[in-house]
C-alpha cells in the first residue's frame, strides 16, 4: 500500500466543513487483503498497540463499530484502517479529531479515497506516515513492502517519538486556553507562526497575543517588569511590599551588599524569569560568591535582596482585575523510605501531566546544579534515601517552569492583598500580569501578617490557573479575550466569497468599487492579483486560501471579496471558516477530466462548497439549474435570486413568498435591473448607464453587475452606492484587465478578452453581434491545452458563424499539448462547423497571432482578440502603428431590441420548497 497524492485542506472542502488530509491510496496487493482475511494475528495485534480504537464507532455509531467492521465477515479494507489508524494517533497525543471517510475510486481498483481530520499539518502527515508504517509492520512477512519498516523497528517507540512531536506543534497551556476562549466567544483566529503568535479576529478589527502578551500590552510596562530593580524602586516608592535590594556587577560586591541587607539573602539575575539563576535563603559568604556565579550565567548585573520568609503566590491581574492566585510549592519529592532521591524524581516525572518546558501543565524535575546543591544542605546526594513522608526540596524556587506545583488558592484572598496586586499591575503599566507574592497566610492582609512582592512578571503563564495540581481551575482566558474585545464590538470584517466558472472577476471587481464607494478599505483576491484599497499588492492569480488569509491578515482591510476558483477549492479548500456571503454567478463546462472532476453536477459540488458555508445571504443564478439547486443546501439567512427572465416561474414564486430577486425587466427606455425585496419593487439602474455592459450590449456584464448589486445589498450598502458604483465601474484594462476591454483608438475597434471556456467565447460571439459593424469582424481564438478535447471543439463551434477571419493560436504554455495540437484542433472544429476553410489562419504564437491580426484590420473593422498573456497582449494593441490604416468610422449604433429568452422550465420530478426565505429546489436525497 502506498500513498499516491496527498492534499492538505486549511478550510471547508468537499468533504468537511473543517481541516481534512486527504490521500489517494493505492492499496495494490493488499486489494486483495481486507482485514477478514487477515484475521485476528493482524486484528489482535493492531488493537494491542492502538486499544483506543475499540472507541471508535465508524457506521455502527457507537463504541465497538470500528472492531466489528474489522471482523465480521469479510472485514474492511487497509485504506478504511489506516483512516482510523491515523485519527487515533492523533488523539492519543490529544489532539481532539474524530471524523473520517475513506471510499473506493471508480473505476480504479485497489485505488481509495482517503479523508481525516487533523489539527495541525505536520502532525496530520506524520500520523498518516506512521498509521503506514505499522499496518506494513503487522503484515504477514510475505506481504510486507520492500520500503516498508525496517528490521527491529518499534511501534511503542515510533509513536512515543510522534506524541513528543505532536505536543511540540501544539500551543502552550497560556495560548491554548485564550484560542479555546476567542472559539467559545465565535472569535475567528490565526495562527501566525509555529509557535504562539496569534491572531484573533479578522482585517482591522484584529487583535494580537504573544503567549499571554497582547496587541495592548505597553512595551515600556513591558521592559519595566523585566528590570527588577527599576520594578522595586517603582513599587517602593508607592509603598507597596518589596523587599531591601541592591544591584551589583561583582562578586566582591554582592557579598557586600549581602552584609548590608542583612542574611539571609537572595541573589537573582536582573532581567531573567522563569526562576532562572536564582538562590534563596543564602546565609554566608561562600554561598552568595556561587550564586552570584550562577545568576551571572543569565545576566550582566545581579539583584541581592533582602529574603522574605513565606509561601510563594502567583497572583494574576487581568484588566485591573485579580483573576485568579495560586500557591505555589517547588519541585520536590516525598521520601518512602525505600527509594533513593533519584528513583523518586522518576517516579515522579512518569506522571502524564509533566513535560518537556510548557507542552503540558506541569514540568519534569531536573536533577541539577541547584537540586544538588539543595540536597547537600541537607547532607544528601542523589543516592541518598529520604525517610518516609519526609519532603525534599530540589528547587528554591517555586516556578512551574523547574518542576513547582501549583493550589488555586483564589477564593482565599484577603482583601488587602487583592488590592495591593492590583496596584502593583498598574503601577507598571501591564493589562496582563503576575504578581509573584510571598506570606506565610494568603488570607491575612500583608499589612498585619507582612510579605513581600518580590517580583512583577509582564506575559504570565496560565497554566497553573487553569490547570492547578489542587484546587479549582480558574478561566483566567476569558477575561483577556473580553479586555481585547468588549461585548459588542467587532471581529469580523464582512466577506463575501464570488465563485463560479465565469464572471468572477469582473464581479468581485464591480463588487469591491461599490463597497469603496460606500466608504470600505477592501482586500480584493481575483485571477489578477491581491489589491488593497484599489492598489495591487501581489501579482498573479490570488484565489486560493493563503491569498484569503493574507487579506483577512492585514489590519487595513475592513472588507473583503474573495474570488474563489476550483482550483483552490479542489487544493486547499477555503481559507477561511465563514463568509457572510456568498454567490455563485453560473456552473459551466470548464475544467472538466481535471483532478477528478468530470461532470457539470460534480463541478457544482465543488462550487457549492462558499454556498454552504455563507451565514448572511447567497446569491444564486436562477437561469442556471446547478445553481439553482443549491438554495438547500445553505444555512444563510436569506436566499437571493438572480435572473435574466422576467417570466422564471421559480423566482415569481420566490417573489411571492416574500423572498429576495433581481430581475432584468423591459422597460421604455431599454431594460432596467429590478430589485424584488420583502415584497417591495425597487427599479435600480437602466443597463445602458452601466458603462462595463457597453451601453445594455454585454448581457454577461449586466448579469455580473446584477450579482455584484445583490452582493452589496446583502451587506448593507445603501442602493444609491450601488447604482454610483455601477455607473462609474468601466471594464478599461486598468480597472478590469482581461475583461472585456474595448481599445478605440485605430481606425477599428479591439475588445481585448481572457475567455478561454466554450461559455465565456459565447458571450464575447454574441457581444460582437450586438455591434453594428461596417467592416469584417475578425477573431484570435485559442483554448487551454488542458481542457478535454471535446471542449476545445465545442469553443470553436461556438465562435463559428460570427466571425469573418479567424486566427487560431496556442497559449505560451501548451499544457501537456503538442505545438500546433490546440490550433489546429480549433481550425478542423470551425470548418467542420461550417466556417469557409480560407478565412481559417493557424499561427501558433500568441504575439504573432495578435500582431497579425491588428495587421489585417482595416477601417470600420471589429476585431476580437482572445488573449492568454493578458499584460502582454494589451501592450501590444497599445502600442501598434495604425498610420496607414483608413479614417475613423462614426460610432456604432445601439441595438435596444427586447432580451427573448423564454419561459423558463425546470426538470421534470423537481421538488420544491417553500420557507421563510423564499422557495427553493429541495437537494436530492442521496446529498
Not at 478550510?11 to 488530509?21: E, Q, S
Not at 512551574?400 to 506545583?405: I, M, P, Q, R, V
Not at 499584460?871 to 449604433?893: C, I, L, M
Request: hydrophobic fraction near 40%; glycine fraction near 10%; charge should be negative.
Amino acid at each position: 500500500m502506498k500513498i499516491v497524492s496527498t492534499n492538505r485542506y486549511v478550510g471547508p472542502n468537499l468533504y468537511a466543513h473543517f481541516r481534512v488530509i486527504r490521500h489517494i491510496l493505492d492499496l495494490g496487493e493488499l486489494e486483495h487483503w481486507p482485514t477478514g482475511r487477515l484475521g485476528e494475528a493482524f486484528i489482535g495485534r493492531l488493537l494491542q498497540w492502538l486499544p483506543g480504537l475499540h472507541e471508535h464507532g465508524c457506521s455502527y455509531r457507537e463504541p465497538g463499530g470500528f472492531v466489528r467492521r474489522m471482523r465480521e465477515g469479510e472485514g474492511t479494507w487497509l485504506g478504511h484502517v489506516m483512516e482510523h489508524v491515523a485519527l487515533e494517533l492523533q488523539s492519543e497525543a490529544g489532539l481532539e479529531v474524530t471524523f473520517g471517510k475513506t471510499r473506493s475510486i471508480e473505476g480504479q481498483p485497489g485505488h481509495y479515497s482517503m479523508v481525516f481530520q487533523y489539527t495541525h499539518e505536520e502532525v496530520g502527515r506524520d500520523a498518516s506516515r506512521l498509521a503506514l508504517d505499522l499496518i506494513h509492520h503487522l503484515l504477514p512477512a510475505e506481504l510486507r513492502p520492500d520500503d516498508g519498516p525496517a528490521e527491529g523497528w518499534n511501534f511503542g517507540d515510533e509513536r512515543d517519538g510522534f506524541i513528543r512531536d505532536a505536543q511540540r506543534h501544539a500551543f502552550g497551556p497560556s495560548t491554548g486556553s485564550l484560542v479555546q476562549a476567542a472559539e467559545e466567544r465565535g472569535i475567528p483566529w490565526l495562527r501566525l507562526n509555529r509557535y504562539s503568535l496569534v491572531q484573533f479576529g479578522h482585517g482591522r478589527h484584529q487583535q494580537r497575543i504573544q503567549a499571554t502578551t497582547t496587541s495592548t500590552t505597553s512595551n515600556i510596562a513591558v521592559d519595566l517588569a523585566s528590570d527588577k530593580e527599576e520594578t522595586n524602586q517603582i513599587l517602593r516608592a508607592l509603598g507597596l511590599p518589596v523587599p531591601d535590594q541592591r544591584l551589583v556587577r561583582s562578586s566582591s560586591s554582592a557579598k557586600k551588599a549581602a552584609q548590608r541587607v542583612g542574611y539571609p539573602v537572595v541573589i537573582k539575575p536582573l532581567n531573567a524569569n522563569h526562576g532562572r539563576g536564582v538562590s534563596i535563603g543564602l546565609t554566608r559568604p561562600e554561598q552568595v560568591e556561587v550564586a552570584f556565579a550562577k545568576a551571572r550565567e543569565h545576566s550582566r548585573s545581579v539583584l541581592v535582596e533582602s529574603f522574605i520568609e513565606g509561601f510563594d503566590h502567583r497572583m494574576l491581574v487581568v484588566d485591573g482585575e485579580l483573576v485568579a492566585a495560586a500557591k505555589r510549592v517547588p519541585g520536590h519529592v516525598v521520601g518512602d523510605g525505600e527509594r533513593t532521591v533519584e528513583e523518586l524524581v522518576h517516579v515522579v516525572n512518569a506522571d502524564p501531566r509533566r513535560g518537556v518546558g510548557h507542552e503540558k501543565v506541569l514540568t519534569r524535575l531536573e536533577l541539577d546544579h541547584q537540586a544538588d546543591r539543595l540536597l547537600g544542605k541537607l547532607g544528601y546526594d542523589r543516592t541518598a534515601v529520604p525517610a518516609p513522608g519526609e519532603v525534599v526540596y530540589l528547587r528554591s524556587t517555586a516556578n512551574l517552569s523547574t518542576g513547582g506545583t501549583a493550589i488555586d488558592v483564589t477564593d482565599l484572598v484577603h482583601p488587602d492583598n487583592r488590592e495591593m496586586a492590583i496596584r502593583t499591575i498598574k503601577a507598571i503599566g501591564l493589562d496582563v500580569g503576575g504578581v509573584d507574592f510571598l506570606t506565610d497566610d494568603i488570607s491575612k492582609s500583608y499589612r498585619t501578617a507582612g510579605g513581600g512582592i518580590c517580583e512583577v512578571n509582564a506575559g504570565p503563564g496560565f497554566r497553573m490557573h487553569v490547570a492547578p495540581s489542587e484546587g479549582t481551575p480558574r478561566d483566567v482566558a476569558r477575561p483577556v479575550i473580553d479586555m481585547l474585545f468588549p461585548k459588542g464590538a467587532p471581529t469580523r470584517i464582512p466577506i463575501a466569497a464570488i465563485t463560479g466558472t465565469n464572471g468572477k472577476t469582473t464581479t468581485s471587481r464591480m463588487l469591491a468599487h461599490i463597497l469603496k464607494l460606500h466608504g470600505y478599505t477592501v482586500g480584493l483576491t481575483s485571477t489578477d492579483g491581491i489589491y488593497i484599497d484599489g492598489q495591487l499588492s501581489v501579482e498573479g492569480d490570488m484565489t486560493g486560501p493563503q491569498s484569503a488569509r493574507m487579506i483577512l491578515r492585514d489590519p487595513s482591510v475592513d472588507a473583503a471579496v474573495m474570488e474563489t476558483a476550483r482550483g483552490g477549492l479542489l487544493r486547499s479548500g477555503m481559507g477561511y471558516t465563514k463568509c457572510n456571503v456568498a454567490a455563485c454567478l453560473n456552473v459551466q463546462s470548464d475544467h472538466l477530466g481535471l483532478r477528478g472532476v468530470n461532470t457539470l453536477e460534480e463541478l457544482a459540488k465543488v462550487k457549492r462548497i462558499p454556498i454552504e458555508v455563507a451565514t448572511d445571504a447567497v446569491v444564486l443564478n436562477a437561469d442556471d439549474q446547478n445553481c439553482l439547486q443549491m438554495a438547500d443546501y445553505t444555512g444563510a439567512e436569506r436566499v437571493c435570486y438572480v435572473t435574466m427572465n422576467p417570466r422564471h416561474s421559480l423566482v415569481k414564486d420566490h417573489i411571492g413568498a416574500g423572498g429576495q430577486a433581481l430581475v432584468l425587466e423591459q422597460g421604455i427606455n431599454g431594460h432596467m435591473i429590478t430589485v424584488y425585496d420583502r415584497e417591495q419593487h425597487i427599479p435600480l439602474l437602466w443597463t445602458h448607464l452601466i458603462p462595463a455592459t457597453v451601453e445594455g450590449r454585454a448581457l454577461h456584464n449586466v448579469q455580473n453587475a446584477m450579482f455584484a448589486a445583490a452582493l452589496a445589498r446583502n451587506m448593507g450598502v445603501s442602493l444609491e452606492h450601488i447604482r454610483q458604483g455601477l455607473r462609474t465601474f468601466d471594464t478599461t484594462f486598468f480597472q478590469a484587465p482581461g475583461r472585456m476591454n474595448i481599445f478605440d483608438e485605430h481606425p477599428f475597434k479591439v475588445i481585448f478578452d481572457y475567455a478561454h471556456n466554450a461559455a465565456a467565447v459565447k458571450a464575447m460571439a454574441d457581444l460582437v453581434d450586438r455591434f453594428e459593424v461596417r467592416g469584417r469582424r475578425i477573431v484570435v481564438l485559442s483554448a487551454p491545452g488542458d481542457r478535454r478535447d471535446e471542449d476545445i471543439v465545442e469553443i470553436a463551434q461556438v465562435a463559428a458563424g460570427h466571425f469573418d477571419h479567424y486566427i487560431c493560436r496556442r497559449d505560451d504554455r501548451p499544457r501537456g499539448r503538442g505545438e500546433d495540437e490546440v490550433p489546429t484542433m480549433l481550425r478542423d472544429a470551425l470548418i467542420g462547423a461550417g466556417v469557409d476553410p480560407e478565412r481559417v489562419r493557424v499561427i501558433v504564437d500568441e504575439r504573432a497571432a495578435i500582431q497579425a491580426a491588428l495587421g489585417m484590420a482595416q477601417a470600420d473593422d471589429l476585431l476580437l482578440i482572445l488573449a492568454d498573456a493578458i499584460t502582454r497582449g494589451w501592450k501590444q494593441v497599445v502600442y501598434f502603428n495604425s498610420g496607414d490604416v483608413a479614417s475613423h468610422p462614426s460610432p456604432s449604433e445601439v441595438r435596444t431590441a427586447p432580451i427573448d429568452v423564454g419561459p423558463f422550465e425546470l426538470d421534470a420530478g423537481v421538488e420544491l420548497v417553500r420557507d421563510g426565505r423564499g422557495v427553493r429546489i429541495a437537494r436530492e436525497q442521496s446529498d
